[in-house]
């Protein structure tokens, strides 16, 4: 067996908690980042631990963000052994939430991207809207419009904050059940850098998006108050895809089925270097 080790945090999404009060979910993002990692080389998150940085006690904030915690880890169907709270009112000035997962795969079934070849197809996963990434450029685009977290759009089922503090998809158990029965040869967790991150897949490929998933309305919503461009949105958020499997052709039958509503052929792989989406003039060749 193999071990795998992951650390990341939640990011700046906690302004956007600390400005709605609202703490309940944020763990689940925080187990999130780190379990949607370990799973793209075929690991199963076995434990997770976390650490909470702030400048003074809050018994009642720590115990919202452990709701988050303890619900992430039942969606991931991992252990939360585990944690840290440091308490720093010299070098805090907000708090900062982050964790650790360790997974465990069979060596012989560690999926590192090296299989994947031309001809390969390219299967999205829905995301659940902005996830954990781009919450900077979200925040910029808002405040620069002088818009409230509370306000609303037609698009939207709730205020503009509200959706951006919907918890990141957790992907663990459809993905590993995948895995299991059908032959995958990568997987790619579309976090921050957006569709740049397939350039990290392996050299000699280059990844077609012929067919992008759905948008979520709340990336039509900034985009239109930010005048952002398509390359810019693509290579910030995760514009309704939140990860992605890379197949044989043979195989993606089987892998529908698995996952169900949402997941769809999204491109393919050709020889070369490169992330490309034709429909929108769109080019990424470095990240």
Request: hydrophobic share 40%; aromatic share 4%.
């Amino acid at each position: 067996m193999a071990l795998t080790l992951c650390t990341d945090g939640v990011g700046t999404k906690l302004l956007v908690a600390k400005a709605m009060g609202k703490w309940d979910t944020i763990g689940i993002d925080c187990v999130a980042m780190n379990v949607n990692d370990t799973i793209c080389v075929g690991a199963e998150p076995i434990s997770f631990v976390d650490y909470l940085a702030i400048d003074r006690p809050d018994p009642e904030l720590m115990s919202e963000i452990g709701i988050g915690l303890n619900r992430g880890c039942e969606l991931a169907n991992c252990d939360l052994v585990g944690g840290e709270v440091a308490v720093l009112p010299e070098i805090m000035k907000e708090l900062d939430l982050s964790g650790c997962c360790l997974g465990m795969v069979r060596k012989d079934r560690i999926i590192d991207g090296s299989k994947v070849a031309p001809g390969d197809v390219v299967i999205g996963l829905p995301s659940s809207g902005v996830h954990s990434n781009g919450l900077t450029l979200a925040r910029k685009v808002l405040e620069s419009n002088g818009i409230s977290l509370d306000q609303r759009f037609p698009q939207l089922r709730q205020s503009i904050g509200l959706e951006l503090l919907t918890p990141t998809e957790i992907y663990v158990r459809k993905v590993l059940e995948i895995v299991d029965k059908c032959t995958v040869h990568g997987m790619i967790d579309i976090t921050g850098g957006g569709l740049r991150n397939f350039l990290r897949m392996r050299k000699g490929i280059g990844i077609v998006i012929e067919d992008p998933m759905p948008v979520n309305p709340i990336f039509q919503v900034l985009a239109e108050i930010g005048s952002l461009e398509l390359s810019e949105q693509y290579q910030t958020f995760n514009m309704g895809m939140g990860f992605a499997l890379v197949c044989p052709p043979d195989e993606v039958r089987a892998v529908l089925s698995v996952y169900g509503e949402g997941a769809r052929v999204v491109g393919t792989v050709i020889p070369g270097e490169g992330v490309t989406v034709p429909s929108l003039d769109i080019r990424y060749d470095k990240y």
